[in-house]
């Protein structure tokens, strides 16, 4: 049951991903990559990693993304609009997508090594003790910048709307 499961979810968070860049209107993006979020963590738990998917939910779907809903709603963001494409472009695009991921496969498929397969629920690290002293002992600076710079980012967004209302 552990596979249908992953390809239905997998499926998901690509469907959404490729929905939060097609999308015009930067709400709906946002929306969607909370899908990709949602089934990214269902991904983690079908893995065995109950404490990464209960944090995935609750810090990245949850507190990020009302983040970024605050931050495009306070600058006021609206649909992105259409540029004008040339015949070449709309002509050639697909068939070098299609060419450029079968390059990507093959280079992946050609020098990855090559490693054992995955087995579901036998990941046994991750727990919130493993998790807690990894990130004030060894990962406490890259922690503490990533706060900074969500911190800057904020700052930055008050500002540029404040020059928008004025």
Known sequence: MDVPLF??????????????????????SAISL????????????LLGGEFIAAVQVVVYAGAIMVLFVFVIMLLNAGAEGRSGRSWPVRLLGIPFLVLLLGLLSFVVQAYAPKTDRVVFGAFTSGGPR?????????????????????????????????????
């Open 7 to 28: 390809l239905i979810f997998a499926a998901i968070a690509v469907a959404c991903g490729v929905n939060v860049v097609v999308q015009r209107h930067p709400i709906t």
């Open 130 to 166: 493993d998790i807690g002293k990894l990130l004030f002992t060894e990962y406490l600076l890259p922690f503490e910048l990533t706060s900074v710079l969500i911190l800057i980012a904020i700052a930055g967004a008050v500002v540029l709307a404040r020059k928008e209302i004025d």
């Open 34 to 45: 909370i899908g990709v979020m949602g089934s990214l963590a269902a991904l983690y738990l």
